[in-house]
C-alpha cells in the first residue's frame, strides 16, 4: 500500500513534541514538507553527504552526530540553548515521514560538490558580516 502525503499540520502534530521553541519548528516543518531536506548520494560509492536548503544558504549536516554548519547549531545547540537548529531539526522530521529527497550524482563529482557546498557555507557567513 503506497505511503500518504501528510500535511503540514499533521506532520506538526506528529512531531509536537519538537515543538518547544515555535519559530523553529516551524521553519523545520516547512523544510522538510518543502523538500528542502537533500540526502546527495554518490555513486558507485554509496557515500552520502546530506544537506537542507537554508533560508541563506545549504547548510551541510551529518544527521548521526548530530551537526550542522548553521551558526545557529554552533550557538544555540553548542551553547546549550537549544537542542537542535532547524536544519537537523527538519532532517528528523523528513527522515521519519520518508519526505528526503535523494539527488544522485557521479563519485567523480564529489570534490565539485564539496567545493561548492563549502563555498556556500562560507559565502553566506560573509554575507551576515
Do not use: W
Request: glycine residues 6%; negative net charge; proline residues 3%.
Amino acid at each position: 500500500m503506497p505511503k500518504t502525503i501528510e500535511s503540514k499540520e499533521q506532520l506538526a502534530s506528529r512531531f509536537a513534541q519538537y515543538s518547544n521553541d515555535q519559530g523553529q519548528f516551524k521553519k523545520a516543518i516547512e523544510a522538510a514538507f518543502g523538500g528542502c531536506v537533500k540526502r546527495h548520494l554518490f555513486l558507485p560509492s554509496g557515500r552520502s553527504i546530506y544537506t537542507v536548503v537554508g533560508s541563506n544558504a545549504d547548510e551541510f549536516i551529518d544527521p548521526e552526530k548530530p551537526f550542522c554548519s548553521c551558526e545557529s547549531y554552533f550557538y544555540g545547540v553548542l551553547g546549550a540553548k537549544v537542542k537542535y537548529c532547524y536544519h537537523i531539526l527538519s532532517y528528523k522530521i523528513a527522515d521519519e515521514s520518508s519526505l528526503v529527497q535523494e539527488v544522485r550524482f557521479d563519485d567523480e563529482e564529489y570534490d565539485t560538490f564539496m567545493g561548492l557546498l563549502a563555498s556556500d557555507v562560507l559565502k553566506s557567513r560573509d554575507l551576515k558580516k
